[in-house]
């Protein structure tokens, strides 16, 4: 399997019959329905979605966590560190990047850079949080690593350079902040985490570089993007303080509340849920842009807050704002998820289109030390504010569905909110969740993810089950029988086996039949509200509706460039289209056709293009305005 999860495909269901196992005779005095020579049959399966990552070019499995983005033209590059630790601890010998043209179909491009070949580290295994920039045909490159004592030591941001996005980057030989750059600080590694920003703004170019844990900082780089810009005057001093008068900025966020601002480290605030906050790590900055690729409204930056660690954002109006680190706390957007206890964030904007990237360890064995990118569609409101969304095994173009038992009532698990109690992870044994059988479960608690059966990828007949809102946690079946909703937490033959069914004919002559691969010949049924393995259940108590039919109801299409001069060439590569489906899911498709070939380009005027989508014999249309002026006037 190359790439991620075999991208291609949606499996076709078919039914094979295979040899009768044990079953119950037929009673002829009973209106019940026994059950009868199982007959397997296969249902299709969202092989896309969360992760988008997690692969080498081998189509092996990588670990890798701290995701940032670089958009680059028409394709976006993603960057991880790559996580290698067997146990709890970090391990992260290098950088690697991966690139994609549609946000769907991922590259796996290179090792960008070996933590081991920079001069000025203390080992070669901590490869943290990075980020890329472009600036003139040059690519930056800003990470952060453990110093040795030739820099004093202690957490430092390095920088390394290469033409082109997918390296190889050479560092410039020793660190752009060190440790003792920022004193004072509470401990030697809140120099982490870099995030930089470019934007002209009244003419004038600026170039900002920002990091910290617990602690929050940024400086303006210079022209030659390897060394900090001068603001105090004082070109032989780094000098460190709050507002733009110093050459590095301490940040603050002014609370919800208003009584108490991020001054220092050990400020928090309260927020209108009444639980308290503080800046725990990993900024991130960002701004919209119109469809011109012009920036506008307010300032973000993105951040960790608390332990284990949910995602918050702030704001600020301004660049002067901006630029004195001075922000105002806008609220969390997403809450700890079930299987890592870290998080960090890229936003950025692709194709007209707002994403969150951000990472879990949904992977087999994953956790905080063995992480994974993945995305979701950022929808900013039109004040600016955002509201929470959950982390989910989809993301932007994989499919969910739900499963319903005879009566009509879901699959779910139970509702539970992640937490910040570390003793409440991984989600095995007794920190699993319960699944139930529910007529008023919420939608989300009653989605899943069908993904080819992990104890054989190649059965078609198995199928192993997902949450949707909880990624990285299975139905599973437990030694003792129970079935719970676990985190894939024991990668092995009988962890794989323990998250498996075959699938069959349903009993009661309808629907789907779940055989446990673990427990050969027990089946999963619904019985009073809960869901259990039996070895002998009723036929309707163990056939399931599941719907994974839903059709295309809609599209939406998006066109980067709709202005061009007379004579020129319309360019076609820059459509995409979100298909929205009865069930609520949305995909990203690029599979579609145009009638570009019969418009007429020569004369100026307003041009209609007509963009068509066919997806299971059901033919979408939109139609696009496209302005044709003679060549000279402004676009």
Known sequence: ?????????????????????????????????????????????????????????????VYGGDPSILVDGDTVYAYVGNDTASGEGYWMPNWRCYSSTDMVNWKYESIIMENGDVSWAANNHEAWA??????????????????????????????????????????????????????????????????????????????????GNNRFFNCELNEDMISIKDRDGNPNNLSVGYGSGYDISIGRINGVDRKQGMNDS?????????????????????????????????????????????????????????????????????????TANTNHMAVFTFKGQDYFVY????????????????????????????????????????????????????????????????????KV?????????????????????????????????????QSYNKPGMYITVEDSGEVTLAQHWDDNDTGRAKITFRTLEGFAGYGVTFESVYK?????????????????????ACSFNVDTDSEVSSMKVQKT?????????????????KATYENGDTRWITDFTTDADEIDMSKAGNKTLTVTYTEDGKTLTEKITIRVVEKGKTL
């Open 1 to 61: 399997m190359k790439g991620k999860k075999l991208l291609a495909a949606i499996l076709a269901v078919s039914m094979i019959p295979v040899s009768a196992i044990a079953v119950s005779a037929i009673d002829s005095k009973s209106d019940e329905k026994q059950l009868q020579v199982p007959v397997e049959t296969t249902l299709a399966k969202s092989e896309l979605g969360n992760p988008f990552l997690g692969f080498d070019e081998n189509g092996n499995r």
């Open 130 to 211: 990075a980020q890329v920039m472009k600036y003139k045909d040059k690519y930056y490159f800003y990470y952060c690593t453990e110093g040795n004592s030739s820099v004093n030591g202690g957490k430092c941001i390095g920088v390394a350079v290469s033409d082109s996005p997918t390296g190889p980057f050479t560092d410039i030989g020793k660190p752009l902040v060190r440790n003792i750059d920022t004193p004072n600080g509470v401990h030697t590694w809140e120099d982490i985490d870099p995030t930089a920003w470019i934007e002209t703004v009244d003419g004038v170019e600026h170039r900002v570089l920002g990091w």
């Open 266 to 338: 050990n400020s928090t605030w309260t927020a209108d849920d009444g639980r308290t906050y503080f800046y725990t790590e990993a900024p991130y900055y960002f701004r919209r842009q119109d469809e011109n690729g012009n920036y506008y409204g307010k300032y973000y930056m993105f951040f960790a807050t608390n332990w284990r660690e949910e995602m918050a954002y702030a704001t600020c109006d301004t660049y002067e704002q901006f630029l004195n680190n001075d922000w105002t706390f806008g609220g969390r957007i997403m809450t700890p998820t079930a």
């Open 359 to 426: 990472h879990n360890g949904t992977l087999p064995h994953g956790s905080g030390y063995r992480r994974v990118a993945c995305v979701e569609e950022l929808n900013i409101n039109e004040d600016g504010s955002i509201d929470l969304f959950s982390e989910t095994s989809t993301g932007i173009s994989g499919v969910s569905t739900q499963i319903t038992d005879a009566t009509g009532a879901y699959i779910a698990h139970n509702e539970f909110t992640n937490t910040t109690n570390d003793g409440e992870y991984p």
């Open 429 to 465: 044994g007794n920190n699993a969740q319960q699944v139930l059988v529910s007529d008023d479960a919420k939608e989300d608690d009653a989605k899943w993810e069908l993904e080819l059966g992990l104890a054989d990828p190649d059965n078609d007949a198995y199928v192993s089950i």
């Open 520 to 540: 050969p010949g027990y089946y999963l049924a619904s019985v009073d509200g809960d869901l259990v393995l039996t070895k002998n259940p009723a036929a309707e």
């Open 561 to 577: 460039k709709r202005m061009y001069t007379v004579g020129s060439e319309l360019n076609t590569d820059d459509i995409r289209i």
